[in-house]
C-alpha cells in the first residue's frame, strides 16, 4: 500500500484534506505558474556576464577564460542568440 494515498487517508479522516480542495488548490497553482511564465517572458532577458558575476566579486581566471569563450561563442553564432545582446570586447 502506497503511503502517500495512506497520508491522504489519514488527513481526509482528520477533515484537513478533501478533493476538492485538491483541485481548487491544483488550479491557483497552475494558473499562477502560467501567469509567472507569462510575466517572465515580458521581462528583458539578463546578460549573459550574470552567469559569472552572480557568485564571485573576483572571477578566479578559469571563469574569465569561459567567460571568453562563451562571449566568443555567441559572437560567431549571433544568428542563434537573438535574445543576448554580446559586445565585442576591445581588449583582443
Given at each position: 500500500r502506497s503511503p502517500i494515498?495512506?497520508?491522504g487517508r489519514y488527513?481526509?479522516?482528520?477533515?484537513?484534506y478533501?478533493?476538492?480542495l485538491e483541485?481548487?488548490?491544483r488550479s491557483s497553482a497552475r494558473k499562477e505558474a502560467i501567469d509567472s511564465l507569462n510575466n517572465s517572458e515580458r521581462v528583458a532577458s539578463p546578460s549573459f556576464e550574470n552567469l559569472?558575476?552572480?557568485v564571485f566579486d573576483v572571477l578566479p581566471w578559469m571563469l574569465v577564460e569561459q567567460?571568453?569563450?562563451?562571449r566568443d561563442h555567441?559572437?560567431?553564432h549571433r544568428e542563434h542568440y537573438t535574445k543576448f545582446e554580446v559586445k565585442e570586447t576591445s581588449d583582443k
Open positions: 494515498i495512506r497520508f488527513l481526509q479522516a482528520k477533515g484537513w478533501s478533493v476538492a483541485e481548487e488548490l559569472f558575476t552572480d567567460q571568453e569563450a562563451l555567441l559572437l560567431r
